[in-house]
């Protein structure tokens, strides 16, 4: 499958964001599917996970309450709204494939990655 994210940016702390990852190519279908950032100097840490076909999703302690993430399996898409950003938010974003229905929070437990995006908080 590949998968492409788009909708990083800048923004002001505060701000809000949606990133958005389009999946081709292979099935969408029966994968979990989950978005992780990179920040220099840190590892790749997972953000929110959602499961197949969405109805369990999961959060990272520090974005719970400010992040959302949703599918569109129809549209074979994966959103993460960001609402109340804070520059330690600030990162390449990911989007992932799992390899299963159930998600799992390591990066050995997707299958399939796209590009990233940038997103910035200014404060």
């Known amino acids: 499958v590949q998968l492409q994210a788009f909708g990083g940016g800048l923004v002001q702390a505060g701000g809000s964001l949606r990133l958005s990852c389009a999946a081709s190519?292979?099935?969408?279908?029966?994968?979990?599917m989950g978005w992780f950032r990179q920040a220099p100097g840190k590892e790749r840490e997972y953000v929110a996970l959602?499961?197949?076909?969405?109805?369990?999703?999961y959060y990272t302690n520090s974005v719970k309450g400010r992040f959302t993430i949703s599918r569109d399996n129809v549209q074979n898409t994966v959103s993460l709204q960001m609402n109340n950003l804070k520059p330690e938010d600030t990162a390449v974003y990911y989007c992932?494939?799992?390899?299963?229905?159930?998600?799992?929070?390591?990066?050995?437990?997707?299958?399939?990655w796209g590009q990233g995006t940038q997103v910035t908080v200014s404060s």
């Open positions: 992932a494939r799992g390899r299963s229905v159930s998600p799992g929070t390591d990066s050995d437990d997707f299958d399939s």
């Open positions: 190519g292979d099935t969408f279908s029966y994968h979990s």
């Open positions: 959602i499961s197949w076909p969405g109805r369990r999703t």
